[in-house]
């Protein structure tokens, strides 16, 4: 093709129209992009304030007490009132001992002791007193009458008016009945000491029979019945499982480094498998003196309510313990803080573009979360649109 004048003139036209319209597209794209990289976010300062911070530490709950009730006394079990989860009151009634050889022990030592209280003359309930044993009064009797015999006696034989004989028969009469009454008043020391015995055998008995009724130690609830309607029970052989569950008590070991900062009353949360989601308080009561050599920790005790029975001894807990001294902590909102991926970060706004900051997130406070690392207290970030964000994207305030 030859080029005329006039087509190469067309030509250049042409171009001139395709080369003004690419820089008018390309000026408005970026206009566009532009105007749409201002991202409208509301911020809020960091804050620095003292914390009080938590040693998260695990341990096993177990029951306020817990008691494997025992016979006291052997005989074949006639009843068995409760089962295995029974609420019981102390002094509840848990197993039934047959009674009827208890019983009749328990009467019989109560005749005896009755026996030796009519001999000694205390019926009513009166006091021991040696003077008035009926055989001590009647060999009293008997002194004072022998002893005024001697006395009349002496006097007629001092007159020559009553033989030797006769005198000597008085005299000898008067010793014998003073002989007579020491024996009444030692007969009747050792009858009211076998009367202190018998009284004993009494007490004996009637605890036997009491025995006979195994009885709950305490509130609480029955954790296992290992007899039946039937068994034969020995002294000292347990028969039910009691459980005092509220409160409970929830064992924990703290690591070496941490022991300084646990004392008795500090205040414990705790969370359990069973009950997910939900948080129960407890507080310190009992710390132990000395770390465990084994493993180097160091055994805390704490009380946890229980009203509701939610709780069950020999549950895993993971706690938190309060420490005692408050350290300062840098706080932001939580809505700042983004995680992906098991990253944390926040979006500074110090200027008008965004600095992504990777931090560490620690315990949360309210509406605010803590941040360990990656950021200082005054440092302003952003609250809002913070998943549009990204390093360096251009920022405005929210209207």
């Known amino acids: 093709m030859r080029w005329t004048p006039g087509n190469l003139s067309a030509l250049i036209s042409v171009i001139l129209l395709l080369s003004a319209g690419c820089r008018s597209t390309t000026g408005e794209a970026k206009s566009t992009a532009g105007n749409a990289a201002a991202i409208p976010v509301a911020s809020a300062a960091a804050i620095e304030r003292p914390l009080a911070r938590f040693i998260r530490v695990t341990g096993t709950l177990t029951a306020e ?18 089962e295995r989860g029974t609420r019981v009151t102390q002094g509840a009634d848990l197993i039934r001992i047959a009674a009827v050889e208890a019983e009749a022990q328990a009467a019989e030592a109560q005749a005896n002791a009755a026996q030796l209280e009519e001999r000694l003359g205390l019926g009513d309930g009166a006091a021991f007193s040696l003077d ?7 060999a009293r009797a008997n002194v004072t009458l022998a002893q005024g015999d001697y006395d009349r006696a002496k006097m007629l034989f001092e007159k020559q008016l009553l033989s030797k004989a006769e005198f000597d028969q008085r005299s000898a009469q008067a010793e014998v009945a003073r002989r007579q009454y020491d024996i009444a008043r ?33 509130a609480g609830v029955v954790g296992e019945r290992m007899v039946s309607v039937g068994d034969y029970v020995t002294r000292g052989m347990k028969v039910v499982s009691v459980l005092r569950t509220n409160p409970l008590r929830l064992q924990l070991t703290v690591p070496q480094q941490y022991s300084v900062e646990v004392g008795v009353g500090r205040a414990v949360s705790l969370e359990v498998d069973t009950a997910p989601g939900k948080t129960f308080t407890g507080q310190v009561r009992y710390v132990s003196p000395a770390l465990q050599t084994d493993s180097r920790t160091l055994i805390v005790e704490a009380v946890v309510p229980n009203d509701d029975a939610a709780l069950k001894p020999g549950s895993f807990a993971t706690a938190q313990i309060e420490q005692e001294s408050k350290k300062p902590g840098i706080l932001v909102p939580v809505a700042a803080v983004r995680t992906v991926s098991g990253s944390s970060r926040v979006f500074v706004v110090a200027t008008e573009r965004a600095e992504e900051r990777l931090v560490t997130v620690g315990q949360a406070v309210d509406d605010l979360v803590e941040i360990a690392t990656g950021l200082k ?18 920022v405005a305030p929210a209207r």
Do not use: I
């Open 132 to 138: 008035r044993v009926p055989e001590v009064a009647n």
């Open 377 to 394: 207290a005054g440092e302003r970030v952003a609250t809002s649109n913070v998943t549009q964000l990204v390093d360096g994207a251009l």
């Open 65 to 82: 007490e817990q008691a494997d009730v025992a016979a006291e006394t052997q005989g074949r079990v006639v009843a068995t009132p409760v």
């Open 186 to 218: 030692n007969t009747s020391m050792q009858q009211f000491q076998a009367l202190l015995a018998a009284r004993a055998r009494v007490s004996l008995a009637r605890k036997a029979l009491a025995d006979t009724v195994v009885r709950a130690p305490f």
